[in-house]
């Protein structure tokens, strides 16, 4: 599966900013999805996930309430909204796709996307 993150974009500590990842291929129900993010300077993090049906949700306790995960299995498409977003959410978001495993952990991810870029200013 081939995925293509976008949405990212420059905004004012507060704002709201909703990220895509459209996903090539027709199995895209068949995979976890998450996000991950990485700042300057630092390790790629694990953001959210979701599992294939939407049932199940995962955040990393820095985002949990501002960020929301979601997908719609018919446009081949996993969402994340952020909300009152702070300077330190500042990173390169990616999206990932996943067959089985940890959810939380990056090496479970078999597909990424490209990444894109979020500026948070202050």
């Known amino acids: 599966v081939q995925l293509q993150a976008s949405g990212g974009g420059l905004v004012q500590a507060g704002d709201s900013l909703r990220l895509s990842c459209a996903a090539s291929?027709?199995?895209?129900?068949?995979?976890?999805m998450g996000w991950f993010r990485q700042a300057p300077g630092k390790e790629r993090a694990f953001v959210a996930a979701?599992?294939?049906?939407?049932?199940?949700?995962y955040y990393a306790d820095s985002v949990k309430g501002r960020f929301t995960i979601s997908r719609d299995n018919a446009k081949n498409t996993v969402y994340l909204q952020m909300n009152s977003l702070k300077p330190e959410d500042a990173a390169v978001y990616y999206c990932a796709a996943a067959i089985s495993g940890n959810i939380r952990d990056q090496a479970t991810y078999n597909y990424w996307g490209q990444g894109t870029l979020v500026t948070v200013s202050s």
């Open positions: 979701i599992n294939r049906s939407g049932s199940s949700i």
């Open positions: 291929g027709r199995t895209f129900s068949s995979y976890i």
